[in-house]
């Protein structure tokens, strides 16, 4: 009887044991699905397109400087001599087509990426954690200060007064990168019982 009892008591203790780890397998299972899903949807494509702003950015502004530096040297002899730049127009032509490039930049590409952004913010809600939902009236506010700046319905005064830069939305992109390395931690984990439930 008493062996009965200890094979039976083994089985219940046996069977319990495999429950529990099926189970926390299962919810592990479940996590890092959620993990690849919020990385391959949410914050992924919104770090990518931050990417390609910055990297466009950092190309306009160097093409910018020295845009900058060579006109200087253009007009240097004219300066120089005291003479006026009689062919000013001519001569300028060029570095006007800088200025138009930027400008079209930023209204069919930049601003369409911001765009892109928010609408995937927006979309894809629920698959941002709580501290990134944090950043969404923010970004929102970011971008519709573009639209209305460039549909011509804010005066470039009232842009200069609303401080708007890209520097307001810097602690959202750090965020989002920091988010996005934490998560591929997180699914890299080689113990699953480091993972948080």
């Given amino acids: 009887m008493e062996t009965l009892f200890l094979q039976f008591l083994s089985a219940l203790v046996g069977g319990l044991v495999?429950?529990?780890?099926g189970i926390r397998k299962l919810s592990i299972e479940l996590r890092n699905t959620f993990i690849q899903k919020q990385m391959s949807e949410f914050y992924s494509p919104i770090a990518g397109c931050r990417k390609r702003i910055r990297a466009k950015s950092e190309v306009r502004g160097k093409v910018s400087a020295a845009a900058s530096e060579a006109w200087v040297e253009l007009c240097a002899p004219y300066s120089e001599a005291k003479q006026p730049m009689l062919n000013h127009e001519e001569l300028y032509a060029p570095y006007g087509k800088i200025i138009e490039?930027?400008?079209?930049?930023?209204?069919?590409?930049?601003?369409?990426?911001?765009?892109?952004?928010?609408?995937?913010?927006?979309?894809?809600?629920?698959?941002?954690?709580?501290?990134t939902r944090a950043y969404y009236q923010e970004f929102l506010e970011f971008v519709e200060i573009w639209e209305r700046y460039l549909a011509e319905?804010?005066?470039?005064?009232v842009l200069l007064k609303l401080g708007h830069t890209e520097?307001?939305?810097?602690?959202?992109?750090?965020?989002?990168?920091?988010?996005?390395?934490?998560?591929?931690?997180?699914?890299?984990?080689?113990?699953?019982?480091?993972?948080?439930?």
């Fill in 167 to 197: 520097e307001n939305v810097l602690p959202f992109y750090e965020h989002v990168e920091s988010k996005l390395s934490a998560l591929q931690e997180e699914i890299n984990a080689k113990s699953f019982w480091k993972l948080r439930l």
């Fill in 153 to 157: 319905a804010l005066p470039g005064g």
């Fill in 18 to 21: 495999v429950y529990v780890f």
């Fill in 101 to 131: 490039y930027d400008n079209n930049q930023l209204r069919e590409e930049l601003i369409p990426l911001y765009r892109k952004m928010l609408d995937l913010f927006t979309e894809k809600y629920w698959l941002a954690d709580e501290d």
